[in-house]
């Protein structure tokens, strides 16, 4: 007797009393005590086993023991590699398929919502702040829900069938209520930094749109129903990741600005010079190595921007008849492109030749303006040589009439007074030269 109970006291092993904090005993299926975790796993509100588990983890790790018909899978399970974390996972995961309770609140999913919870959020509607609910009061036609943090649009918003223009910027949005396409007299709608990976369907039925902002969400493509959208003027998609052109724009007739920067596009199609109302393209921020030719065919464009592309060289833009203000800065290219005087240039070295440009614009001007100047004095002088010769000749005539001097005395005083009068005039032509003269080097030297 003394020898079995001796053998027992051996084989069980010592608990010591001081354990680390939090940490509790737990028991083998045979009863035996087993060593706690140095580090026991701490439940947070974000593990996926939800919220409850943190305040039933002891008492579901303590109180609750395996079946007796399975021994041998439960020591496997409770003892396995995974640790305190898997075995906590596998007495939370019994408990909540024994308590209907529990799983119908939803600790059973890994999403921590169930089904029912899915469809009771879809079915909640967005409560509005007071000021929001003022302006549908007062039946004003614009709308402003940007920074609202809407996760879906009010259904009060779709009955507002007065609205025009509807600012819905900057939420957690990633599409919209079938009912929206009732508002039909919206032309300006704003979606843009949402959370849309596809363009909602009942926004490309909104016939009378005008302008339509979707820029930093999550696009690639467009759906074939947004060519419905025949008066769309202007259309912002940037900071998306499209990697091809939507050739749904193309059958837009009077689209005139095309907001595209920040995306992933290499080239554009060549069908692209039948858009004639475009008149402004933005393209920075892409992946372009090369200008597209086909812009060189839209000489009715008058913006173009491909700032921060791969771009080593551009071509002669002179063709470009419409052209007014052309982007270039942040590629490759050193040189300045060559484009008409008339258009404004932004990039490396366009200072430089704006500031050359209006030098010789002025020195075109000042010397213009100093020709002008000598013929109006040189027609001033000859009309002052015409007066006085008139004067010369009258008062000859009277002196031969009353038989004064000789003729040959009257034309060498008269000979000889207007070659004095010559050397005046030039002499003083000569000094109004050099004094311009010194004005323009005075200027020169200024600038």
Not at 252 to 260: A, G, I, N, T
Not at 295 to 320: A, C, G, Q, W, Y
Not at 347 to 362: H, P, S, T, V, W
Not at 409 to 417: A, D, I, N, T, V
């Amino acid at each position: 007797m003394l020898v079995l109970l001796t053998r027992c006291v051996a084989e069980t092993p010592r608990v010591s009393r001081r354990q680390a904090p939090g940490s509790r005993r737990r028991y083998s299926s045979a009863g035996a005590v087993c060593q706690p975790t140095a580090k026991p796993f701490q439940a947070t509100e974000r593990s996926p086993l939800g919220y409850r588990q943190k305040h039933l983890r002891g008492s579901i790790a303590e109180n609750t023991a395996p079946p007796a018909s399975s021994t041998a899978d439960s020591r496997s399970l409770l003892g396995g590699p995974q640790g305190r974390r898997g075995r906590l996972h596998v007495a939370v995961s019994s408990v909540v398929s024994t308590q209907p309770e529990l799983r119908e609140g939803g600790m059973g999913n890994s999403g921590g919502k169930g089904k029912g919870g899915e469809e009771q959020e879809e079915g909640e509607d967005e409560e509005l702040p007071y000021e929001v609910e003022e302006q549908l009061a007062s039946g004003d036609d614009t709308l402003d829900l940007c920074f609202r943090k809407l996760r879906r649009l009010p259904r009060r918003v779709c009955g507002c069938r007065h609205l025009e223009k509807l600012y819905a910027s900057n939420n957690r949005l990633r599409g919209l209520p079938e009912g929206f396409s009732e508002l039909e007299r919206l032309r300006v709608l704003a979606l843009d930094f949402n959370k849309m990976f596809d363009v909602p369907p009942p926004v490309c039925r909104l016939e009378n749109i005008t302008r339509l902002y979707l820029g930093s969400n999550r696009l690639t493509t467009l759906p074939p129903e947004f060519s419905n959208l025949l008066n769309l003027r202007c259309l912002w998609m940037e900071n998306n990741f499209f990697r091809r052109f939507p050739r749904q724009l193309l059958d837009l007739p009077v689209l005139k600005s095309l907001q595209l920067g920040d995306n992933r596009l290499r080239s554009l199609p060549g069908c692209l010079a039948r858009m004639a109302s475009l008149r402004g393209l933005w393209l920075y921020g892409n992946r372009f190595e090369e200008l597209p030719r086909v812009l060189l065919r839209m000489e009715l464009l008058e913006i173009l921007d491909v700032d921060r592309n791969k771009i080593s060289s551009f071509p002669n833009l002179t063709r470009l008849a419409g052209l007014k203000l052309f982007s270039y800065d942040h590629n490759p290219s050193k040189a300045v492109p060559k484009a008409r005087d008339s258009v404004m240039l932004v990039g490396e070295g366009a200072e430089e030749l704006r500031q050359a440009r209006a030098e010789a614009a002025e020195a075109v001007a000042a010397a213009k303006a100093e020709k002008e100047a000598l013929e109006a004095e040189a027609l001033e002088a000859a009309a002052r040589g015409a007066r006085g010769y008139r004067g010369r000749g009258t008062a000859i005539h009277s002196i031969l009439k009353n038989g004064g001097l000789s003729t040959g005395q009257l034309e060498g005083s008269g000979g000889g007074g207007g070659r004095r009068r010559r050397r005046r005039e030039s002499s003083r032509m000569s000094l109004i030269l050099r004094k311009r003269r010194r004005r323009r080097r005075r200027r020169e030297r200024r600038l």
